[in-house]
C-alpha cells in the first residue's frame, strides 16, 4: 500500500509535513482524475489476501474515514483515528476501502464540475495522509477490489438462498423509516436551491444534512409558488408525499446505505475477515437480513456502541502505540487473550451483553488488576532504589472498549478503541532508579501491555 503514498510524493502531493495545499490547488480536473486514475491501478496492483483470522478486519466505509457518513474532513479523521487505535489495540491488521474508486461518476456524467472535483479530492487526500503510520506499521492495509460482484449473487453467498429478495424488502422498509423519521426543507442560499434533511441520530449523521441538485426534480422545477417561498424566506417545509414523489431521500440516503452494504459485505467476503462498523443503521439492517439469534445478540453490542472510558487512553500518541506494540508484541497477545476471556465470562453468563456490562468489564476486571500491577512496581521501586539506573518509560492510556458484530463469523468479536497520546514525563533522578527493575516484576502479567500503555499518557500529562 505504500506504492500509492510513494506516487503522491513523487507527485510533490505528499510531502514530509503532510499535503501540499498548494500543489492541490493548482491541479486541473483532468490532471486530477488521471492521479485517482494512477490510484487506483496501483491499490489493485498491491492488494493481497490476508490470512483468515478472528483479528482481522473491514472496516465500514464510515469507520474507515470515507465521506459516505460526512465529507468533513474532520469528522472523517476522527472516525480514522479510532479505527486506528483499535487497529494498535486490539487487531492484527484493519482493511479500509480505497477513497478513490468513486470518481468515476466525475468522467460518466460527462460534465465536470471543477470545483466539486478539487474538493472531494483535497478532502481525500487530508484523510488519506493521516493513516501513513499505520500503513508503514502494516496494520492497516487499504482494499480495492478487482472486479465487479453482482449484488444478487453476493447476497446468496453471505446470508443463503432468497437473500437477494430479503434484500429488496429491507431496503423498501428502510424508505418508509427514513421518510417516517425525517424533515425536508426546500432551501435557498446563495443563489441555490438544496434540500436540508433532519431527523434521529440513527439516520443522519450530526442530525442531518443537504442535498445538492445538479439537475432539480421537475416536480419542484415546475412549482413556482414553493421555489418564490423558499427564495423569499431561505427555506419551506416539504411535505413527506413531496418528497416520496421526488426521490431525495431514497437516492442520496438510502441507496447510499444499501450500495455500501454491497460494497462493505463483497470487501468482507473476498478478504475472509470480520466486518467492523460504527453505524447502528448498519447494524440494523443486518440483524434484519441475518435472522440468525447469535448474531442478532452480537449486533446489538455494535448498535449499543459500547465505549467505556477510562481515564487514560486519550493521551497515548499512535506512534507510541505503534512502537510499544512493536516491541511488546508477545505482551500484547497475552493482554488481547485476557480481554477475550474477561468478555467470554460476561457474555456466558449473561448471554447478551449491555453497556453497562462493558463497563463493568473494565471497572471489574481490568482496572483493579492494573491498581495492583501499579502496587507491585511500586514496591519493587522502592526496595531496587540504590540499585543502578535502569531506562525507564512512563506510561497512561484511555480504552474505549466496543463489540461490533461480524455477520460472516457469528461469534463475538469485541473491539477496543484507544484514543490518546505521547510518552515522556521527567522526574528526579533518584525516582527513576530501578524502574527497569520494577517493570520486569510485572512483565509475566497478562495486562502488563495494557499497564504500558496507561503510562504512556504520563509523558503527556508532564
Known amino acids: 500500500?505504500?506504492?500509492?503514498?510513494?506516487?503522491?510524493?513523487a507527485r510533490e502531493i505528499l510531502t514530509k509535513k503532510g499535503p501540499n495545499f498548494k500543489k492541490l490547488k493548482k491541479l486541473n480536473p483532468a490532471q486530477t482524475l488521471n492521479i485517482v486514475e494512477k490510484l487506483v491501478e496501483l491499490g489493485r496492483q498491491s492488494s493481497k489476501i490476508p490470512t483468515a483470522s478472528q483479528f482481522t478486519h473491514f472496516a465500514s466505509l464510515s469507520l474507515g474515514g470515507g465521506k459516505e457518513a460526512c465529507f468533513n474532513p474532520a469528522c472523517r479523521i476522527n472516525r480514522l483515528d479510532s479505527l486506528m487505535r483499535f487497529s494498535l489495540m486490539y487487531s492484527d491488521q484493519v482493511f479500509i476501502p480505497n477513497y478513490f474508486l468513486d470518481y468515476d461518476r466525475y468522467k460518466k456524467s460527462g460534465k465536470i464540475s471543477a470545483d466539486s472535483l478539487a474538493t472531494q479530492f483535497i478532502a481525500d487526500i487530508i484523510t488519506f495522509a493521516h493513516?501513513?503510520?499505520l500503513v508503514t506499521?502494516?496494520?492497516i492495509s487499504i482494499f480495492t477490489p478487482q472486479t465487479h460482484i453482482c449484488p444478487s449473487c453476493l447476497a446468496e453467498m453471505n446470508f443463503g438462498k432468497g437473500a437477494s429478495g430479503r434484500m429488496e424488502r429491507l431496503s423498501a422498509e428502510l424508505r418508509k423509516e427514513y421518510l417516517s423519521n425525517s424533515k425536508v426543507n426546500l432551501e435557498f442560499?446563495?443563489?441555490e436551491y438544496r434540500l436540508g434533511c433532519s431527523g434521529p441520530e440513527l439516520y443522519f449523521e450530526h442530525g442531518g444534512g443537504s442535498i445538492g441538485f445538479e439537475k432539480m426534480p421537475s416536480l419542484l422545477a415546475k412549482n413556482k409558488k414553493i421555489l418564490e417561498i423558499a427564495r423569499r424566506h431561505g427555506a419551506i417545509s416539504l411535505s413527506k408525499k413531496m418528497v416520496e414523489k421526488i426521490g431525495a431521500i431514497d437516492g442520496f440516503y438510502v441507496g447510499n446505505i444499501v450500495r455500501n452494504m454491497w460494497y462493505e459485505m463483497a470487501a468482507t467476503q473476498a478478504l475472509h475477515t470480520s466486518f467492523?462498523?460504527?453505524?447502528?443503521?448498519?447494524?440494523?439492517?443486518l440483524e434484519k437480513l441475518t435472522k440468525k439469534k447469535d448474531v442478532l445478540d452480537n449486533n446489538k453490542l455494535a448498535l449499543q456502541y459500547l465505549t467505556s472510558e477510562v481515564p487514560f487512553l486519550r493521551d497515548v500518541a499512535l506512534k507510541d502505540l505503534i512502537e510499544l506494540r512493536k516491541h511488546e508484541e508477545d505482551a500484547f497477545v497475552l493482554y488481547r487473550h485476557a480481554l477475550n476471556r474477561a468478555i467470554s465470562e460476561?457474555?456466558?453468563a449473561k448471554q447478551s451483553l449491555t453497556a453497562k456490562d462493558a463497563k463493568g468489564i473494565y471497572s471489574d476486571i481490568l482496572q483493579p488488576r492494573l491498581s495492583k500491577l501499579d502496587q507491585t512496581v511500586k514496591a519493587a521501586v522502592h526496595s531496587l532504589k540504590v540499585k543502578p539506573l535502569r531506562s525507564a518509560l512512563a506510561a497512561v492510556g484511555v480504552i474505549s472498549f466496543g463489540a461490533f458484530a461480524g455477520f460472516l463469523p457469528a461469534e463475538l468479536k469485541p473491539l477496543i478503541q484507544a484514543f490518546g497520546a505521547t510518552l515522556g514525563g521527567t522526574t528526579f533522578l533518584k525516582d527513576l532508579l530501578a524502574m527497569k527493575d520494577g517493570e520486569d516484576s510485572i512483565k509475566s502479567d497478562n495486562l502488563y501491555f495494557l499497564w504500558r500503555v496507561k503510562e504512556l499518557s504520563k509523558k503527556h500529562k508532564s
Not at 467492523?276 to 447494524?283: A, C, G, M, N
Open 137 to 139: 506499521a502494516q496494520k
Open 131 to 133: 493513516m501513513l503510520p
Open 276 to 285: 467492523l462498523t460504527d453505524r447502528d443503521i448498519d447494524v440494523l439492517f
Open 1 to 9: 500500500m505504500r506504492e500509492m503514498f510513494e506516487y503522491l510524493k
Open 189 to 191: 442560499n446563495n443563489g
Open 346 to 348: 460476561f457474555k456466558s
